[in-house]
């Protein structure tokens, strides 16, 4: 990694940042939302089996509503993913026009394309497309605050490994 590269993702914080697990992150992120907005949220439904033997419990006086916690459960994410949702949209707001489309093309669209099918089609390099894909992924990470950094104890040993520590 260059010089430059290093410092561009790092200006944000002292620590330096893991960048294949920040665009794991993204990713993953960028599909969740995708499924959530392509069939919405499917809900957990409640199992109650009954049992025909007697069952002995202990004086522990908790109270346990099954059907409760999955109705709260399924309040719970889906809020989350609408928030997440929210958040997508808030972040994709701060890219360029060329980088928004391109993160729609590979991970937001209902039937996703083969990159070189997409750079094509808009026209650009299958090398600018994949540059232009890295620039919106570190920036919508910065956004949304998926960052994962390296630990610093991780970090020297990687350093030591390779040489350079």
Same mark, same amino acid.
């Given at each position: ?35 959530? $907005?392509? *069939?919405?949220?499917?809900? !957990? %439904? ?7 033997? @007697?069952?002995?419990? +202990?004086? /522990? ?11 709260? $459960?399924? *309040?719970?994410?889906?809020? !989350? %993913? ?7 949209? @808030?972040?994709?707001? +701060?890219? /360029? ?69």
């Amino acid at each position: 990694m260059s010089k430059r590269q290093m410092n561009s993702f790092t200006i944000f914080h002292s620590l330096p940042v893991d960048e294949a697990a920040t665009r794991a992150a993204v990713i993953g992120f960028l599909e969740e939302v995708r499924q959530y $907005r392509q *069939i919405g949220y499917i809900r !957990e %439904l409640a199992s109650v089996t009954h049992s025909y033997s @007697q069952r002995y419990h +202990g004086a /522990t006086h908790a109270i346990h509503k099954p059907t409760e916690q999955v109705a709260l $459960r399924n *309040i719970d994410r889906e809020a !989350e %993913l609408r928030r997440k949702s929210e958040l997508l949209d @808030q972040a994709m707001g +701060g890219l /360029t026009v060329m980088q928004r489309e391109v993160i729609e093309r590979s991970y937001l669209a209902g039937e996703r394309e083969y990159d070189f099918i997409s750079c094509g089609e808009m026209g650009i390099s299958d090398r600018t497309y994949r540059r232009i894909k890295a620039s919106a992924l570190k920036l919508l990470a910065i956004a949304m605050k998926l960052e994962v950094f390296v630990e610093p104890e991780e970090r020297t040993a990687t350093l030591s490994v390779h040489g350079v520590g």
